[in-house]
């Protein structure tokens, strides 16, 4: 070994996370701060029409079959399809580029009540077609039903039931829905 390999020296750089993959807050830990995350500038998030019609149903599918795009159900019935995409302004150090005039949507998204520091476990976040096609098939049976063989591609249809799935109630609590008012501000 040279002695100029003996001379270097090990300098600690600083670790930069990856803001695509949230971070996980353990219940009873502080909340996370903003500038170890950066999670909510990676994607838009764009409300849609719940899917309780066979046009609506389809249109969930026709999102899903795109890369990179999810489809959300939250906790009070909203419905959003979510294309996973970093904002051009995010800096690796996780700060916003534009701070000073950044969109009003970026101003009024709370961190307390965001995702990462509030998930709610009833939310719903659909990934495939298939994931999407089971819930409603339990939601609504009779969309499914619509559907099946009309915008359903043969590969996707789902085996069918032993017994006739019963169609599901959402709940609704006044917490969630006070919590949703200010993620919903980011979306729009
Ligand atoms: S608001 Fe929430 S999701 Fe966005 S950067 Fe802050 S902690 Fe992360
Ligand atoms: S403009 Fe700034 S705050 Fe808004 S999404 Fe982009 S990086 Fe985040």
Not at 59 to 73: A, F, G, I, S
Request: charged share 25%.
């Amino acid at each position: 070994m040279s002695s100029s390999a003996h001379s270097r020296r090990r300098v600690s750089l600083p670790v930069f996370r990856d803001p695509m993959v949230p971070p996980v807050r353990v219940a009873g830990d502080p909340q996370i701060p903003c500038l170890s995350c950066g999670h909510c500038c990676t994607y838009v998030a764009v409300g849609v029409n719940a899917p309780t019609s066979p046009r609506y149903a389809s249109d969930m599918l026709w999102y899903l079959y795109h890369e990179h795009v999810t489809v959300h159900r939250d906790v009070d019935g909203d419905w959003s399809v979510v294309f996973a995409t970093r904002c051009r302004n995010l800096g690796v150090d996780l700060c916003c580029g534009v701070y000073a005039e950044r969109p009003h949507i970026c101003r009024v998204f709370d961190e307390s009540g965001c995702e990462v520091n509030a998930p709610d476990s009833r939310d719903r976040v659909f990934e495939t077609p298939t994931q999407f096609l089971e819930f409603l098939r339990s939601w609504r049976p009779k969309t499914y039903a619509r559907i099946e063989t009309t915008h359903v591609p043969p590969g996707l249809r789902l085996a069918p039931l032993a017994s006739p799935p019963t169609p599901a109630r959402s709940r609704r609590t006044p917490s969630s829905r006070a919590r949703r008012s200010s993620a919903a501000a980011k979306r729009r």
